[in-house]
C-alpha cells in the first residue's frame, strides 16, 4: 500500500515562502509520478504541479507558474513544493498524490494515491 504524508503547511502573511514535503513510503519511489493538487475553501480540488519520474521535467498550472517549484530527492522519497510571494488565494489544503506510469497528468482521476493534505492558510 502506498502511503503518503505531507507536511509544512502554516498560518503565513501574503508574500511569504512555505517549502512544503511529502513524504512516501510503500512503492518505488522513482516509479511515481508525483502531483500537488489544492483545495480552497468551497472549490474544487485543482492541479497545482507535476513532476516526473527522474524529476527532469515539471509542469506547472498558471497559478503556480513563476512563483511555486516542484522538486523530487528520490534518494529521501521525498517530493516537494517550494511556494513563494503567496497570495490571499493560496490558501487552500495541499495534497500530494502519485501515480505508477510513464506519463505525467494533471488529472485527479488519474492519481490511484493521495496524502491527508496540509493547510496552508495565507493572511494579509
Known amino acids: 500500500q502506498v502511503s503518503l504524508v505531507e507536511s509544512g503547511g502554516r498560518l503565513v502573511q501574503a508574500g511569504d515562502s512555505l517549502r512544503l514535503s511529502c513524504v512516501v513510503s510503500?512503492?518505488?519511489?522513482?516509479?511515481?509520478?508525483m502531483g500537488w493538487f489544492r483545495q480552497a475553501p468551497g472549490q474544487e480540488r485543482e492541479f497545482v504541479a507535476g513532476?516526473?519520474?527522474?524529476?527532469?521535467?515539471?509542469d506547472y498550472a498558471d497559478a503556480a507558474k513563476g512563483r511555486f517549484t516542484i522538486s523530487r530527492d528520490n534518494g529521501k522519497r521525498t517530493v516537494y513544493l517550494q511556494t513563494n510571494s503567496l497570495l490571499l488565494g493560496d490558501t487552500a489544503i495541499y495534497y500530494c498524490?502519485?501515480?505508477?506510469?510513464?506519463?505525467?497528468?494533471?488529472?485527479?482521476?488519474?492519481?490511484?494515491?493521495w496524502g491527508q493534505g496540509t493547510q496552508v492558510t495565507v493572511t494579509s
Open positions: 498524490a502519485a501515480r505508477r506510469s510513464l506519463v505525467m497528468s494533471r488529472l485527479q482521476s488519474q492519481y490511484p494515491y
Open positions: 510503500g512503492s518505488t519511489f522513482s516509479d511515481l509520478v
Open positions: 513532476i516526473s519520474r527522474s524529476g527532469r521535467t515539471p
